[in-house]
């Protein structure tokens, strides 16, 4: 298990922009692909993004061209910069260990993003 912690949300304008972090401890992190998920209000946890060891990336269609992940093992961290953030960004994120776009670890609290109109 890789205890996460996820950080950066709060409120922001449609249009603007935020940078989520999610920490991470254990050794197994520099390995790990790393994912970001949100969950909207009465709807079902979604997937992001996600980032492989080496960097490589892959995006949900709804966020591709705005959102940027990007991780440093030496810190154990994988940040995500959104931008030209929408109101159907809001919601709570969480970063997870995946296999595929599947989650493979415990959730941790999230961070809230709200967008306002």
């Known amino acids: 298990q890789v205890p996460l912690v996820e950080s950066g949300g709060g409120l922001v304008q449609a249009g603007g922009s935020l940078r989520l972090s999610c920490a991470a401890s254990?050794?197994?992190?520099?390995?790990?692909?790393m994912g970001w998920f949100r969950q909207a209000p009465g709807k079902e946890r979604e997937f992001v993004a996600r980032?492989?060891?080496?960097?490589?990336?892959n995006y949900a269609d709804s966020v591709k061209g705005r959102f940027t992940l990007s991780r440093d093992n030496a810190k154990n961290t994988v940040d995500l910069q959104m931008n030209s953030l929408k109101p159907e960004d809001t919601a709570v994120y969480y970063c997870?260990?995946?296999?595929?776009?599947?989650?493979?670890?415990?959730w941790g609290q999230g961070t809230q993003v709200t967008v306002s109109s």
């Open positions: 254990g050794r197994s992190f520099s390995t790990a692909t």
């Open positions: 980032i492989n060891w080496s960097g490589g990336t």
């Open positions: 997870n260990r995946v296999g595929g776009t599947t989650p493979l670890g415990s």
